[in-house]
């Protein structure tokens, strides 16, 4: 069980974003190449995200940006990594919700918590999931998909990316909110459970739009809701989660760039107005948006903010559910 309740995990992280930080007068920024720490292998989406953001900000800077991926612990290695290096705006962080909301809220008794002391700049993008169902289940809609869950109560199986993960936690929610009980799959990572969704062993499939989405368009698999406001430009007929009969249960997949603590404010700014031009950029924008994602820009302010209500809002699935990473 959690030993934290959640209004007090909140609490330690909305004093642990401050953005005006103690440190020396800024000296000319960048002074030698930048080190982008990626809590993920080549190829998963923070790394794809790192790469596509520091190609550009290499140019914007005229110094390298140097792609360092750290995988494993749910992205807790890479966080301690960023948090100790020195704090000069030369080594960023390219989190997550998982290593930047989630780790924590799962582990609230772990010793160490770097990603809490990580200086957020600016949300980089941001993906809902997209529920899908194999064409053998009789169901076209999430409505459809309760009413059949609830006829035969732990019937249904649902992918997963695993224990703690998004997927898992919307899982949980919509259990909750729906008033069903369908069974958790979890697989070892993104994608990992399409081939049994396609084979039809697994009913519900909780992917991102740019896996699931082949198959949706041709036919093979049957989409339900997306768990975003607002509906995906690359997927229009699908109906978001507040019109299939559950607002407020939007789910996204975010990912962000930090730096260490102590890094001066005017480092930080300069790093936001450069990324938010990177992200403004119309081919950036459509690679990010082809994914299915929104593209972010936000403010330092308003990304710590954002991640206040990410804390606040999984936290309490998190309680409510008994959720731990074990």
Known sequence: MLSHSVSALTAIFVLSAPLVCAAAPVAEFPSKPLRMVVPGVPGSPPDLRGRLVGQKLSEALHQPVVIDNRPGANGALAALEAARASPDGHTLFMGNISSNALNELLNPGQPSRPARELIPVTRVSAGPLIVVVHPSVPAV??????????????????????????????????????????????????????PDLLAGQVAIGLDFPAVVGPHVKSGKLVPLTVTSVERLPMLPDIPTIAEAGFPGMEAMAWQGLFVPPGTPEAVIRRLHREVAQILAQPDIRGQIINTGSEVGGDSPEEFAAFIRAEVAKWGKVIQERGIRSD
């Open 141 to 194: 809609s999430l409505q459809q998909l309760v009413a059949l869950a609830k006829a035969s109560p732990g019937r249904l199986t649902y992918t997963s990316w695993g224990k703690g993960s998004l997927t898992q936690l919307f899982g949980e929610l919509l259990k909750g909110a729906a008033g069903i009980e369908i069974v958790e799959i979890p697989y070892k990572s993104t994608a990992a459970g399409i």
